[in-house]
């Protein structure tokens, strides 16, 4: 323990930083290595921790100091952001290969699943020199505890639906949220492994005109912690809507000032339009409403929206940062920036919902 620095602020995340000039890679996987089990704790006291002042350089350093705390991590990656795997690394992946001035609004790692990962894993091997490029992180507890309650009975009573409409390839002409065609997705282009696995995963597909692909799962609204029990906000609506797009840009714009986020927003507003009016909710790239197939009003959005927006804590990358985070509680996403930026991620095995859990006994 005192070989090495505590510092726990007012916000996300717990800091742990190096003593007496003991900073290096080798120092601290052994020292993760030793005291696993309090990391584990703090993981789930704090929500977050983050090393910092370590010389973590590569990947590889990165993955052996999180297997010290979470020995079974996943490749299996069924996300909707492109990602390319680490060279060396077997479970280390880049965090998104979207470009730059594209942001990725908050959200818990694949909570559109019935089995996200249980614990989520960043590292910082470029740090952004430019404004932007943080990987911000909320508390969903404060989320949920935040909502209104007659919002939020709404969606206890009818939980949300997600819809994903999938193309075979990816190509410029899709949907703006279409980033991967399916064979991507599922990392094969047989049909038949795909539809075994929705069967497996709770998902209702459906095949479409050319080699078209729609996936609807329906899940709550909400989660039971794993450990506290606490009620968490878990879904991803602040990211699978289009309400989200140009109020993201617009949210950016007025923490940055850039006149180019405004602008951003703006073209969004109407691709929005087009997109919800002539294509239709249904036949998006993406898209969450209501559990009944009810839509999400866009004071219900800008709501749920605030509420994230207000708990969102902004930590600027430092290279070699490590941040462990527990993904049943709290929701990371992208600031857009310029440069250089190379952020890394990994996370544990899939998790079996609990409200799920409680179903399938
Ligand atoms: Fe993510």
Known sequence: MDKVVFDDGETLPLFIKPKNGQDSAEFLINWIGENKELMRKKILEYGAVMFRGFKINEGVEFERAVTQVDPELCDAYRGTSPRKQVPGTEYVFTASEMPPFYPIPQ??????????????????????????????????????????????????????????????????????????????VFNTEKKEDVENECRDTLIDFSWKKNDGLKLVNKR??????????????????QVFH????????????????????????????????????????????????????????????????D?????????????????????????????????????VVAWSKPYLRPSLREKSE
């Open 107 to 184: 959200h818990l790692e694949m909570s559109f699943l019935a089995a996200p990962p249980r614990n989520l894993y960043f590292c910082c091997l470029v740090e952004p020199v430019g404004p932007g490029g943080e990987t911000a992180l909320c508390d969903f507890k404060k989320v949920y505890d935040e909502i209104d309650p007659a919002v939020r009975q709404k969606f206890e009573d009818k939980g949300v639906m997600v819809v994903r409409n999938y193309k075979k390839n990816w190509s410029v002409f899709n949907d703006p949220t279409q980033l991967k065609g399916w064979p991507e």
């Open 220 to 237: 709550d609204a909400f989660e039971n912690h794993p450990d506290t029990g606490d009620r968490i906000w878990f879904n991803h609506l």
């Open 242 to 305: 289009w309400y989200m797009i140009p109020d993201e840009f617009y949210r950016i714009y007025k923490r940055v000032g850039q006149l180019r986020y405004l602008i951003m927003s703006w073209i969004m507003w109407f691709i929005k339009l087009f997109f919800l009016n002539v294509i239709g909710p249904m036949n998006c790239g993406l898209h969450t409403c209501y559990g009944d197939g009810t839509e999400i009003s866009n004071a219900e959005n800008k709501h749920i929206r």
């Open 307 to 343: 509420v994230t927006w207000k708990n969102m804590v902004f930590n600027r990358w430092k290279k070699g940062d490590i941040v462990m985070i527990d993904n049943y509680r709290i929701s990371h996403g992208r600031q857009p920036y310029t440069g250089r930026r190379s952020i």
